[in-house]
């Protein structure tokens, strides 16, 4: 009646008795974060890229100065895509760190 009986939870072939199940579950974390800050960073980027330059080709239409507007527009854009590009690092970077601090803390318990 006082027996423990341990069960086995396995995510692809490794269990918890064997200690693989923690870095599988972390793998798929960090592959859940890269795809969720890819697809963020994506959405970002084009709307820096496309809306500077959009405005650049119309203004360049309306004062008819061909290629000046839009390109003080693609290098306004490039820029915006380089702190777009920083930030997202910056966030993944804080994300893992706070992951691992949080899985020091729990190998210390």
């Known amino acids: 009646m006082g027996k423990k009986v341990a069960k086995d939870v396995t995510v692809k072939g490794a269990t918890a008795s064997d200690g693989t199940l923690e870095s599988s579950l972390r793998a798929l974390s960090a592959r ?6 890819s697809i963020s960073m994506g959405w970002q980027l084009a709307g820096a890229v496309l809306i500077p ?17 839009t390109l003080a527009a693609l290098i306004i854009a490039v820029g915006g895509a380089i702190v777009i590009i920083k930030n997202t690092i910056d966030q ?5 760190a706070e992951q691992q601090q949080e899985a020091d803390r729990k190998e210390k318990s």
């Open 92 to 96: 993944v970077n804080k994300q893992q």
């Open 32 to 37: 859940r974060q890269f795809v969720i800050s």
């Open 53 to 69: 330059v959009i405005i650049g080709v119309k203004l360049d239409q309306r004062f008819d100065s061909k290629p000046s507007y």
